[in-house]
């Protein structure tokens, strides 16, 4: 499921190519719904599966910030999906679970970043008007099942105080 769409030849600041941040950005966001499908039966998963969890969703971050403004439309809709259904998944674990609060709050920035790259993305010019609507009617559906599970997860104190500033 390739859903970038940027030339391949082209570098971030001169090092790695962009298609292989690309890639690396489709197949982390694969790798995080197989996690996310193995924990999703297990309401008490160890602490290291979700620091795991984290630093996929850590990566993934990462991966996106060095892209940042140059991220397709459809990319960062995958990218949203794949946040919130991580948000869904571990809005059912227990709240003491400091992995789950971490990884949780690693999601929800990686859940803003991504409402940030679709605005940006919807009025490019590199878009089309029917692409942008399709694109960012299929955002605004998802968006509507996370409403219930954003407000859990805003709602403890630890998930809204300030992490670093990535970009």
Not at 125 to 150: F, K, R, W
Request: aromatic share 4%; net charge negative; glycine share 6%.
């Amino acid at each position: 499921m390739q859903y970038m769409s940027i030339e391949k030849k082209g570098t971030v600041d001169g090092k790695i190519p962009e298609h292989l941040i690309l890639s690396s950005i489709d197949h982390t966001c694969q790798c995080l719904h197989a996690t996310k499908e193995l924990l999703a039966p297990v309401p008490h998963a160890s602490e290291d599966i979700l620091d795991f969890l984290a630093a996929q969703a850590e990566l993934l971050l990462h991966l996106i910030i060095s892209l940042y403004k140059r991220l397709s439309l459809p990319a960062s809709v995958h990218i949203w999906k794949t946040s919130g259904y991580g948000l869904k998944v571990l809005s059912g674990f227990r709240p003491g679970v400091v992995g789950g609060r971490t990884t949780i709050r690693v999601l929800l920035v990686l859940l803003l970043l991504s409402v940030e790259l679709i605005r940006l993305n919807s009025g490019s010019d590199e878009v089309t008007q029917m692409e942008s609507v399709e694109v960012v009617a299929e955002a605004t559906n998802a968006s509507l099942g996370l409403l219930p599970i954003l407000c859990n997860c805003i709602e403890p104190a630890d998930n809204c105080t300030p992490i670093p500033d990535y970009y």
